[in-house]
């Protein structure tokens, strides 16, 4: 289904103590297909309490670049994302940036153990 050059990058945020997501999993959390060559986003999917959301993101995320994209992304997420969501998915996403960058580096046991801020 992915190609050798595709990664699987998790980016965790908490949520707010009133949203259904937290209740459910407890955190939130957004898992990334990247190109690990090129940074660019393939596919992703996030812990939600509807199907309707994935697909929401993925029309934010798929097809930019995880890196060169950013500020567009997190412009995207607060202009189009109105939900209880908006800023777990922004730090998730962000979570998910850095380890990314740890990664590139070629610091791939310091990507997986990175711990959430």
């Not at 050059?5 to 965790?12: H, L, P």
């Not at 459910?24 to 959301?53: H, M, S």
């Not at 998910?96 to 740890?102: N, Q, S, T």
């Not at 046991?109 to 990175?114: D, N, Q």
Request: charged share 20%.
């Amino acid at each position: 289904m992915f190609d050798t050059n595709s990664i699987y990058i998790v980016g965790v945020a908490k949520s707010q103590l009133n949203n259904p997501i937290t209740y459910q999993f407890g955190r939130f959390v957004i898992g990334f297909v990247v190109n690990k060559d090129t940074g660019q986003i393939i596919t992703c999917c996030a812990a939600t309490a509807l199907p309707l959301t994935n697909e929401f993101l993925q029309s934010i995320f798929c097809n930019k670049n995880i890196i060169d994209d950013n500020k567009l992304i997190q412009e995207e997420i607060q202009n189009r994302y109105i939900g209880a969501s908006q800023k777990a998915i922004i730090f998730a996403y962000r979570d998910a940036l850095k380890r990314f960058k740890i990664y590139q580096i070629g610091d791939y046991k310091s990507a997986i153990e990175y711990q959430l801020d």
